[in-house]
Every structure is written in C-alpha cells, then in structure tokens.
C-alpha cells in the first residue's frame, strides 16, 4: 500500500512518498521463515525455564547461590535460593522445624560466570536430593510451587 505525507520545513513544502506494509497478523512472522520462528521460541521443557533448580556461579565476589530459578533475562538472574555456604546450616535449621526461608534474589548478568542444573552425577546425589534426603522434607516445602 502506498500513502503520500506532506512535509513541511525551513526549505520549503514537499511530497513524499511512503511504502507501509501490512502484516498478516500475528499467524505469520514475514521477517522469519516458519521453521526458523519455531525454533527460535523458547522451549516449555528447557533446563532453564522458571522453576528449575539450579547452581549459579558469580563473580566479584566469588560465590555460588543454589536455589529456583524465577527469570532469567538480559539484565540477569533471579531466584529464590540461598548461599551455598550456608546449605548444610540451612538444612540443620530446616530439619530442627526452625523458621527459615528462602531469600529472593538478583543478579545482575554481569556477574554471572556460569548456570547449571542441579542434577545428579553418577553416585553424587543432587543439592535437591540431599535437602529432601536430609531434613525429610520435598523441596516445595520451603519453595513452594517452584520447588517442584
């Protein structure tokens, strides 16, 4: 389709003309052929989709934070976890029935070194598996919904 605008300044009055697409709604993506649009979408079962345990990695200062992963975006990381230093006291204050939670968290992306999935390796069990182990209880007892 092609409109005309007026444009009027210092120089004088002119007439321009101007091409305007129109899309074909939101079915299609014109900038993107359709195998490449799906596969550009993010996956509902990814590693690490909101609700993922997951070990991250920081720097400056150097420090690892276990917990559940709320977002992730360009900016950076947040979750609902807590210092790795302090698993095994964060578990010990769990299993006493204790008042403990977990701290909701951000970190801003350029401290982030490194993400992981808390999984199990082999015979190691995962940090999930050893708090569920340890004090008895299922991660979303003290997650809630995202622990599980």
Do not use: C
């Not at 003309?17 to 596969?39: C, F, K, T, W, Y």
């Not at 996956?43 to 276990?66: N, Q």
């Not at 968290?105 to 940090?127: C, K, N, Q, T, Y």
């Amino acid at each position: 389709m092609t409109g005309e605008s007026v444009i009027q300044d210092g120089l004088g009055t002119r007439r321009d003309s101007v091409l305007l697409a129109i899309g074909a709604g939101d079915a299609e993506n014109r900038g993107m052929p359709d195998d490449q649009a799906a596969a550009a979408a993010p996956a509902r079962d990814a590693v690490f989709a909101p609700g993922a345990v997951v070990l991250v990695t920081l720097s400056s200062p150097r420090e690892k934070f276990w917990g559940v992963l709320l977002e992730v975006s360009a900016a950076g990381v947040s979750l609902r976890g807590l210092d790795l230093n302090s698993f095994e006291d964060f578990v010990h204050l769990v299993r006493a029935g204790e008042p403990a939670s977990p701290a909701a968290v951000f970190f801003p992306m350029h401290r982030v070194e490194r993400m992981e999935a808390d999984e199990h390796s082999g015979d190691i069990p995962s940090l999930k598996e050893r708090f569920q182990e340890k004090t008895g209880r299922p991660l979303a007892y003290l997650f809630g919904r995202y622990g599980e």
